[in-house]
């Protein structure tokens, strides 16, 4: 059977006029590059795909070798990490992700505005740098046996801004663990509860 078979109906014009072009001048744009299509399952249905096609001659006759690699499951992973990149950004709550020796791989704008520093500024850092020295000594230790036992720690704290400014923060921390379990960061939001 054609190899259209594996492709919806709007696709199958152009590839059949691609083939015949190749055929007749040896010019593609398609060969040796990787493509971003649709494919046909056997019930009609339409997945995400790459396709990459390569051809050459056997016997005088030419012969297509097609890989084409259903991204079903790459393309929904795409989307939760936007959806979460999302609103991580929209947040209104300033957010902390350190590594597990606690240096700084991200925070969003709310945490840049909450505590006067750029976003360049804090990247690779450790989140001590907002220790304002009003804080009982007690607080971050519970905080480091909560993390380290992979428990979730809340409680608040005093923390110092960029330009010397103190607030009081509602700390709650927790461990994130990768796809084997295993703790690889750990996310913290600072609220200012300076009011409450």
Known sequence: RPFTVLMPESYRAAHEHGVERYLATGESTLLGS??????????????????????????????????????????????????????LESVADPVCITD??????????????????DIAEVLGKNPR???????????????????????????????RRKDGSTYAAALTTAPVRDAFGTVS???????DVTEQ
């Open 100 to 117: 597990t020796a606690a240096a700084i791989q991200y925070v969003n704008d709310a945490f840049s505005r909450q505590n006067g520093y």
């Open 34 to 87: 990787v493509r971003q299509v649709e494919g046909l399952r056997k019930d009609g249905t339409v997945f995400p795909a790459e396709c990459s096609i390569s051809a050459y001659r056997s016997n005088g006759d030419v012969v297509f070798t097609a890989v084409l690699r259903d991204v079903t499951e790459r393309r929904r992973a795409e989307e939760r990490t936007r959806l979460l990149a999302v609103a």
């Open 129 to 159: 740098m907002l220790k304002s020295g009003q804080t009982d000594p007690a607080v971050y230790a519970a905080l480091w046996q909560a993390l380290t036992a992979g428990r979730v720690f809340s409680g608040t704290v005093v923390n």
């Open 185 to 191: 960061h750990y996310l913290a939001t600072h609220r």
